[in-house]
């Protein structure tokens, strides 16, 4: 049943904005215990929405049903009203959309001077905040200003050279954010093809003339995205330690203008978030440091943006935590995440995307698996490759494929395996470039022989043997970044979980 945007906006309403919405409505709609206070009360107390069950309490509530879809609409439009007037003031964007307001009011009303005076206001905060369309809207109301009263001394040409400047500003950062939308389909197809051929897409990319501009001839925020492309073509060519500086300098660039670090909260929080991701391959005291400051900056709830913040925070800190734990082998540590992890997604699920979910979900499948607990992983595995496509993320799709088919091995599945090795098969038959590292696995799984009976210890050391083998040619290092097949192979051959090997290093 589809959701009313009514319930939907309701159920995303902080404690705060919801106490202060009572308030608001009490005082804003006529009648003291109006009825669209108790129909919002009867929305905010479902924890499904369900049409026939809201008629049924609305009738017993005394409230008229007739035209109720009109009343939630009515009430939508009303909750509206409220967060805009709530949050008035607490971005800075939302601030010069009210400005506009009130240089529209006092301009048509004749007050010239106070117009003016919030004119200037405005300017000077679009300016800071590197609102350029904005400022050009500003400077269009500044120059009927200056036409309607003359007698202020303000210069229409003044005015209209101020207005191409933004306008100016405004196409640099356009086409700074065109080439980092084009940075991001090549970060893509560099994954997707496991190779560095692609690299040669970010070198076109860096001979743009915006590129050889002076740095102080442009915004801050067109100065980053320039860098994210950088740092892209940094990440594709595996330059951990040029993504590291590059990264960190944006993070000061936005720490040396608080008021772009504020309107561009979820950006910052990224970048944080990818400061840790590097270190943890890194430098150990460095990233636990990090990741403990990375937390730190959870906002507070009455922040407009603070449930979109404090759901990133969540998910890059554990998603990174897990990641880092599972690729070191410390499967027990990874499982002490798994409470937290599961509580994090109910609580900021609204915010996360589907690509976000399908990694936690793989993440925790492995976790799952490498601690000995095979059913709860199987039944994990099976949720997740009838929810997700393949196309969402192709790369952890494929090794979900692989460890479904560890699973069933692990479980004893053997006639479970034989189908699903051959859906499997014509999976990456469909995708060319797959690592030589997934093909191989694969291959282990394509007879009985392989994995059962008593020269199954003889296969497992010639899987490890290619593995050693293939794991130094290319970019075939990082397809162990996904699974430690090695300590798989050695679980196999000690007939105990990956978590429970023994101390014996077991490095790639």
């Known amino acids: 049943m589809a959701q009313p945007h009514c319930y939907t906006l309701i159920q995303a309403l902080s404690g705060a904005e919801k106490r202060a ?6 005082r804003h709609v006529i009648g003291g215990g109006n009825q669209y206070v108790i129909l919002y009360q009867l929305l905010e107390d479902m924890p499904v929405y369900d049409a026939d069950a809201l008629v049924s ?30 949050h008035r003031d607490k971005t800075v964007h939302l601030h010069l959309l009210a400005y506009l307001a009130d240089i529209e009011l006092l301009l048509h009303k004749g007050l010239a001077e106070a117009c003016r005076k919030q004119i200037i206001k405005a300017i000077a ?14 400077l269009l109301w500044e120059r009927r200003l200056a036409v309607a009263h003359p007698e202020l001394g303000i210069s229409t040409a003044g005015v209209v050279r101020q207005m191409q400047e933004a306008t100016e500003q405004q196409e640099m950062f356009d ?30 990319l860096e001979q743009h003339a915006l590129f050889r501009q002076a740095p102080n001839s442009m915004g801050v925020l067109t100065r980053i995205r320039l860098m994210q492309v950088l740092c ?37 929080v990224a970048a944080h978030a990818r400061v840790i991701s590097l270190l943890k391959n890194m430098d ?34 554990y998603m990174v935590e897990l990641s880092h734990n599972l690729n070191a082998g410390k499967y027990e540590r ?66 979900a494929r692989l460890l479904d088919l560890m699973i069933h091995l692990a479980l004893g599945n053997h006639s479970n395996i ?31 022989r392989y994995y059962t009976g008593h020269a199954q210890f003889q296969h497992l050391d010639d899987l490890e043997d290619d593995l050693r083998q293939i794991q130094h040619k290319g970019m075939e290092q990082y397809a162990l970044g996904y699974i430690r097949f090695f300590d798989w192979i050695r679980s196999r051959k000690e007939r105990v979980p990956m978590g429970r090997l023994r101390s014996k290093d077991s490095k790639v």
């Open 175 to 204: 086409t700074a954010l065109s080439l980092y939308e084009q940075a991001v389909v090549l970060r893509v197809q560099t994954v997707q093809a496991r190779s560095k051929q692609k690299l040669s897409g970010f070198r076109r």
């Open 418 to 448: 034989r189908s699903e090795y051959r859906s499997v098969a014509y999976q990456f038959k469909k995708q060319p470039k797959l690592y030589a590292t997934e093909n191989r696995i694969l291959k282990y799984f394509s007879h009985p």
């Open 125 to 138: 905060l679009a300016k800071q905040a590197e609102a350029w369309s904005l400022l050009h809207r500003i």
């Open 232 to 268: 892209m073509r940094y990440y594709a060519g595996r330059e951990m330690e040029s993504e590291l500086t590059a990264t960190k300098s944006i993070i000061s660039l936005y720490d040396k203008h608080p008021i772009l670090r504020e309107a561009y909260a979820a950006d910052y």
């Open 284 to 317: 150990a005291q460095a990233f636990a440091k990090a990741l403990e400051a990375f937390r730190a900056f959870e906002q507070q709830e009455d922040a407009l943006h603070a449930r979109m913040v404090n759901a990133q925070i969540f998910a890059q800190s």
């Open 334 to 399: 990874a499982s002490l995440l798994l409470p937290a992890i599961q509580t994090g997604l109910k609580k900021h699920g609204k915010h996360l995307g589907e690509s976000i979910r399908l990694s936690f979900d793989f993440m925790i499948t492995y976790t799952l698996f490498s601690n000995g607990a095979y059913a709860q992983a199987r039944d994990r595995m099976h949720s997740l490759l009838q929810r997700y496509s393949p196309a969402l993320r192709p790369d952890v799709y494929a090794f």
């Open 57 to 86: 309490s609305m009738r017993a509530a005394g409230l008229p049903v007739r035209w109720f879809k009109a009343d939630l609409n009515y009430l939508y439009q009303l909750l509206l009203d409220h967060l805009r007037h709530l």
């Open 21 to 26: 919405f009572v308030v608001y409505a009490q």
